[in-house]
């Protein structure tokens, strides 16, 4: 069955710091790849997303997020974290190969110390 | 990306009640409609999925008749909480999806209903 997990439920960095929040991902094919964001109470914004090519993608407000098959993982990653990027970060895949119908990770809670 | 219109944003209502929530695609004809709510610090997880002027496609241990989704048209889809209970306190979000070249999932602003 595909699943998604995200394995760090909290992370905090300090402002400017650099960021990697973990996604492993279990599918049978090359799966589409998301990455949401979502602020309290609010509803969701893509940060980025993988369907095939460069396995290194680049998104929105710095983001990029590294599709690595062989670990079946796909990372997101941002050198340098502002206080604005505290949230919620969703890992996602889309569900039989598609990219509408989603199965998301548990979610990653990012809290940046000033 | 496409623009989604889902309302209230906020809901509370009493305990055996009924709450209907509404989701617009407003520039994209959703052909298909998918619904997924949102415990407190969980997973956005799917309930159901809809097709335009056909009966709903529920996940499992997801109670239809709790749980009614109208998909009449291409660009309106409801959810309606019957009989609410404190335990359907949840975020709701729709996603509703059409043909076209869109290559990634649009999402309503989301529900958060409250059952006193």
């Known amino acids: 069955a595909q699943s998604v997990t995200q394995p760090d439920i909290h992370i905090t960095v300090s402002e400017g710091a650099s960021l990697e929040l973990r996604c492993n991902y279990s599918y049978g094919a090359t799966p589409y790849l998301f990455w949401y964001v979502q602020s309290p109470g609010q509803g969701l914004q893509l940060l980025l997303k993988?369907?095939?090519?460069?396995?290194l993608v680049q998104g929105i407000k710095g983001f990029e997020a590294e599709f690595k098959r062989s670990q079946s993982s796909f990372n997101l990653r941002k050198p340098s974290v502002h206080w604005s990027d505290a949230a919620e970060y969703f890992c996602?895949?889309?569900?039989?190969?598609?990219?509408?119908?989603?199965?998301f990770g548990a979610g990653t809670r990012l809290a940046v110390h000033p | 990306g496409a623009v989604v219109s889902q309302h209230p944003s906020r809901v509370i209502c009493k305990s055996g009640t009924s709450v209907k929530i509404e989701c617009r695609s407003l520039?994209?004809?959703?052909?298909?409609m998918f619904w997924y709510r949102q415990f407190p610090k969980q997973s956005l997880m799917l309930m159901a999925t809809?097709?335009?002027?056909?009966?709903?496609?529920?996940e499992q241990g997801v109670e239809k008749d709790k749980f009614l989704i109208n998909h009449a048209s291409l660009t309106l889809s409801t959810l309606t909480v019957t009989s609410a209970h404190p335990e359907d306190s949840s975020f709701y979000i729709c996603?509703?999806?059409?043909?076209?070249?869109?290559?990634?999932?649009?999402f309503g602003q989301g529900t958060r209903l409250t059952v006193v």
């Open positions: 996603s509703p999806a059409g043909g076209g070249t869109n290559t990634e999932a649009f």
């Open positions: 996602a895949v889309g569900s039989s190969g598609g990219y509408n119908k989603l199965i």
């Open positions: 520039d994209f004809q959703a052909t298909t």
């Open positions: 809809s097709n335009e002027g056909s009966k709903a496609t529920y």
């Open positions: 993988y369907f095939s090519g460069d396995t």
